[in-house]
């Protein structure tokens, strides 16, 4: 049985305040229900994610800026940076971690700059909404081969689609100079090389 995450709560003192913050980062609003004076579900979904984030009146009993170590995935950290400092969520600086495994709690142990040869899934950064819920932002660029499963092709948004068909157009020429001729089954190709390049498995040749 598939159990895939769906919905993180995070708790919040000002609902208004935190959906402004959360939508100016992009993310996209899905539901902002009201029932009644006490009760109030707002949903919103950071670009490309499959799960949401959760807020509102009486929807946790967890205390505001109690969530903590919540992970977004990118692959360009340095970009992603860019983009939230010009959004306003005043982003940390890029680290890694002096342990070199994940990263400690709260601020210890890190070290300036991304991972030595920006080694996939060493480099962070990290903002906080306004209630102080801490949010880490780790550089993902290659999958470590347990994290894939072979017999499922996803893409998270349509510019992770666009970079991978660009990423096989350019191997689908060199094997087109290496036989020299043009490849009718083109499309054929371009599938197995997307499927095979996301699985972590042996390319095409």
Known sequence: MDMKLEVVVVPVSDVDRAKNFYTALGW????????G???RVVQVTPPGSAASVT???SVT???PGTAQGLHL???DIHAAYEELKRLGADPSEVFHDAGGVFHHAGTDARVPGPAPQRRSYGSF???SDPDGNGWVLQEVTTRRPERLDPSVTTFASTSDLAAALRRAAAAHGEHEARIGAEDPNWPDWYADYMVREQA???LPS
């Open 28 to 35: 996209r609003l899905d539901v902002d229900i009201t029932t």
């Open 37 to 39: 004076e006490d009760f």
């Open 55 to 57: 807020f509102g009146t």
């Open 61 to 63: 009993s967890q205390r």
């Open 73 to 75: 995935v990118v692959n």
């Open 125 to 127: 950064l990290s903002f």
């Open 200 to 202: 972590g498995t042996e």
